[in-house]
Every structure is written in C-alpha cells, then in structure tokens.
C-alpha cells in the first residue's frame, strides 16, 4: 500500500524521481538560480542605490523605487520556477532540456546582473532632470 501511494505520488510530480541520482531535477536547479538570483539582486539594489542615495542626496523617492523593483522581479523568478516544473515532463531530449535551461539561466542572471545599473542610470538621470 505505501509502494502504491510512494508511485501515486510519483506520477502526480513529474521531474520528482526520488531514489534516481542520475536524474537532473531542473526545477530545483531553476528554483535555486531564483532564489540567489533574487538574493544578489536585491544586495546589488540596497548597496548601489544607497551609495547613490548617500552621495547625491537624493529624496526618498528612490527607496520606493528599491522596493518597487524588488516586488517587480519576484513574479518574474516565479514564472521561471513554474515553467521548468512542467519542463521535464515535456518529451524533450535531454540535451534540449539543458540548452533551454542555460538560455533562461544566463537571461535570468543577466537580469540580474544588469538591472540594479539601469536603475542607477535612471535615478542619475531623473536627478540631473529635476
């Protein structure tokens, strides 16, 4: 009976291969490249946009903005980590799977990466506006 529930449950989360060391679960591996995504992400924001708050001073305006921006980028790992839960339940190859899984990786940590010195040229440039 609990072999039953054990392989019930198994089919019920497909990518869920407990027991299987050889099987990648790239959901996991997409929900981690979220979530320290998301980490460095938001210390990029504080450190660069407080630096900047500090030098400049700027109005309280842009702590909004941090907070805006962080609320912006949370439902967008999200949609990451839903897509990959169904991915290894597509039929795709294996190798198709970790091409796709390295293009929404290296997207997702370019984001990353990138978007805390676009918010930074904005406020330099909202700062030189007004």
């Given at each position: 009976m609990v072999a039953a529930a054990s392989r019930n449950s198994a089919s019920k989360h497909p990518g869920h291969h407990h027991g299987n060391p050889?099987?990648?679960?790239?959901?996991?591996?997409?929900?981690?490249?979220?979530?320290?995504?998301?980490?460095?992400?938001?210390?990029?924001?504080?450190?660069?946009?407080?630096?900047?708050?500090?030098?400049?001073?700027?109005?309280?305006?842009?702590?909004?903005?941090?907070?805006?921006?962080?609320a912006i980028i949370i439902p967008f790992c999200r949609n990451f980590e839903k897509r990959w839960q169904t991915m290894s339940s597509s039929g795709l190859s294996h190798q198709s799977i970790a091409a796709k899984f390295r293009m929404d990786q290296l997207l997702l940590w370019s984001l990353t990466l990138g978007l805390p010195f676009v918010f930074c040229a904005l406020i330099k440039a909202a700062g030189t506006l007004f």
């Open positions: 050889d099987v990648v679960r790239w959901d996991k591996k997409m929900s981690n490249n979220c979530a320290a995504a998301l980490l460095v992400y938001t210390m990029m924001q504080i450190y660069f946009v407080l630096g900047m708050i500090e030098t400049q001073g700027v109005s309280i305006a842009p702590y909004f903005g941090l907070i805006v921006l962080v």
